[in-house]
């Protein structure tokens, strides 16, 4: 049984979907006479090299056609690049018809990817689609990565900012903390407000749901909310429920319009998956800072929650350094890879038959839920062309 793992080819991305640790992991799954082989320069982005993979047991192919010539499993970050992408890169023209390829497929934004792996003839499997159950949180990427993202979007923005984070009191003077408020409350932003506030700033942050503000305030910092009758109603609710009223959004965007210009530091971290990312700060908001403050946007790969970010670059408006970096786990390589390796290893096990085969057409919710495409087509309801 082959395992391959291929060299990511997609510009800026320094993951890799195996390691070390990981390899011998995939050597003791099971399966019948296991190989892992993993493409040289596959780990350089996340400095593993490749006699670190072959000391755990991989075999190292030269070039990508080698690795994954006649592999059963393709193990990749990021969907396999097809020609509608880039012809000269074809990743899915060299792979076996019946390969079981998992990877994060970015699936609402895969376009007519979906349709080139089925036409593949491979079983592609989705794991930003991974069904958000309790079973299924050692094989949730969308968290690991997240929350890698939240505490890296907080690094990069101490590094832009030009003062320190914690209050300092010296013979020379007092320095004060900085100030950071952290936009939304999910596994993204909760790390974000826990890793700034071991960095010594004062935290605050808010989300569209009242009953986050248990979970902000578990870190010390504090919750900003307009807390009148209809939030106190909606945070007894649950907070998920209930749909706030326009006059409600309306005086909770006045105050959050009067807290963005007293912070030193933004984090916006609000995405939807299948939509373009909603708007939190507007162009007059960061007008309004003060210069030399910094703002990261961990949703401008989906367009951004910031109206002047420019996507997958670091620019500077209105004096304010606003950070556009698409892929922010790809800027903390080593950890990065190491949690989405993991994730894969317990996805895969739910593939292991008990004579050591494969059965990816199995009916565990985990793998019915991911699954894209087999035996030709797309097999996953939501991404159905039309009238199929």
């Known amino acids: 049984m082959k395992l391959a793992i291929p060299r990511e080819r997609r510009a800026g991305e320094t993951r890799v979907a195996a390691v070390p640790e990981t390899v011998k992991k995939l050597l003791g799954l099971g399966l019948t006479e296991p190989q892992v082989v993993v493409e040289t320069g596959a780990g350089a982005g996340a400095s593993i090299p490749d006699q670190a993979f072959s000391d755990a047991g991989a075999t190292i192919a030269q070039s990508y056609k080698e690795t994954v010539a006649g592999a059963d499993v393709v193990l990749k970050v990021n969907r396999p690049v097809t020609a509608g992408e880039d012809a000269e890169a074809d990743e899915l023209a060299d792979l076996p018809k019946g390969a079981v390829v998992i990877a994060v497929f970015d699936v609402w934004q895969a376009g007519g990817a979906i349709q080139a792996c089925a036409d593949a003839g491979v079983h592609a499997f989705a794991m930003d689609l991974m069904p958000r159950i309790t079973r299924a949180q050692a094989m949730d990427v969308l968290s690991s990565q997240a929350n890698l993202a939240g505490y890296r979007a907080v690094i990069d923005s101490a590094h832009q900012f030009g003062r320190a984070f914690p209050l300092m009191m010296t013979a020379a003077g007092t320095v004060p903390p900085a100030r950071v408020l952290v936009m939304g409350a999910g596994v993204a932003g909760l790390q974000a407000i826990a890793t700034a506030g071991r960095m ?189």
Do not use: C
Not at 219 to 236: G, I, M, N, Q, R
Not at 286 to 297: C, L, Q, R, T, Y
Not at 357 to 380: A, K, Y
């Open 200 to 388: 010594g700033a004062s935290v605050s942050a808010t989300d569209v749901r009242p009953a986050a503000k248990e979970q902000v305030e578990s870190l010390a910092a504090k919750f900003v909310a307009v807390e009148d009758e209809e939030f106190k109603e909606a945070e007894s609710a649950g907070g998920y429920a209930k749909e706030m009223s326009d006059a409600y959004k309306q005086k909770q965007a006045q105050l959050i319009a009067e807290t963005v210009p007293k912070q030193d530091i933004v984090i916006t971290t609000a995405q939807v998956p299948g939509r373009k990312a909603p708007q939190l700060v507007s162009a007059e908001m960061v007008a309004s800072m003060k210069p030399g403050s910094v703002i990261a946007d961990l949703a401008a790969g989906q367009g951004g929650n910031v109206a002047l970010t420019e996507p997958g670059s670091v620019s500077v408006q209105h004096g304010v350094t606003i950070l556009g970096h698409t892929n922010w786990p790809a800027r903390i390589p080593v950890s990065a890879s190491s949690l989405y390796a993991r994730n894969l290893v317990s996805f895969l096990k739910l593939m292991v038959a008990e004579d050591g085969g494969l059965s990816p057409d199995g009916e565990d919710q985990l793998l019915t839920g991911t699954r894209l495409t087999g035996g030709g087509r797309i097999v996953h309801p939501d991404f159905q062309p039309s009238g199929g």
